[in-house]
């Protein structure tokens, strides 16, 4: 199991729009891809000394292979919507990782 790690950091000025058309507009659309097989939002608990607000949007795929298959069929396409609906409004940042093992308490 891959996970595709995306970290925005959101103005605060077009933060509502901006939670509501991931949770409603992009996180559908990456997940409609087929490449993903779950996806996750968490806000960031620290605070940016720049400001904003920050989340770590997570996208479960299977394997390495499909994560590229993204990259080439379908991430141009699915960024660009986010910078010409915020143009300037955030900064973001990606991250691979690679689930070694998963670990729960049940009581």
Known sequence: MYIYNV??????????PW???????????MLSTGKF?????????VEEESGG???AVQY????REVLQQYYEEDAERLRNEALS???????????E???IEDQSFLS
Request: proline share 4%; charged share 25%; net charge positive.
């Open 7 to 16: 970290t925005i950091n959101i103005e605060e000025s077009v933060h509502d």
């Open 19 to 29: 939670l509501q058309w991931m949770r409603e507009k992009h996180i559908p659309d």
């Open 37 to 45: 097989v779950q996806a996750r939002i968490c806000r960031v608990m």
């Open 53 to 55: 607000i920050t989340y």
């Open 60 to 63: 479960y795929t299977t394997g």
């Open 85 to 95: 609906r915020f143009p300037g409004k955030f900064v973001a940042f990606r991250t």
């Open 97 to 99: 990782l690679e689930v």
